[in-house]
Nanobody, 111 residues
Framework: QVRIVESGGGLVQPGGSLRLSCAASRTDFSTNLMGWYRQAPEKERELVASIRIGAHTNYADAAKGRFTISGDFDKNTVYLQMNNLKPDDTAVYYC?????WGQGTQVTVSS
């Protein structure tokens, strides 16, 4: 069984930064796709960013220019650097590594 562990969420003021981390408990499986989704209260889950082997990245419009996704496909880890955070970024952020999903980490942007 694979467990996905996320960390790095928290409370930050508008304009601040956070770095989310996500790691799989096992490295004996391979995937070519990792990424992050988020879900704000009373909203649907939405893609934030994804990364494929070869460092091919994809970002939601709301994330472009502020967020950077990176990952290590050998270690099954993925990261999301979030800068210039806004209150609208407040959500539970979920990572996925292949078909496996984390439990989510809360990000709150508030003064």
């Amino acid at each position: 069984q694979v467990r996905i562990v996320e960390s790095g969420g928290g409370l930050v003021q508008p304009g601040g930064s956070l770095r989310l981390s996500c790691a799989a408990s096992r490295t004996d499986f391979s995937t070519n796709l990792m990424g992050w989704y988020r879900q704000a209260p009373e909203k649907e889950r939405e893609l934030v960013a994804s990364i494929r082997i070869g460092a091919h990245t994809n970002y939601a419009d709301a994330a472009k220019g502020r967020f950077t996704i990176s990952g290590d496909f050998d270690k099954n880890t993925v990261y999301l650097q979030m800068n210039n955070l806004k209150p609208d970024d407040t959500a539970v952020y979920y990572c996925y590594i292949g078909k496996y999903w984390g439990q989510g980490t809360q990000v709150t942007v508030s003064s």
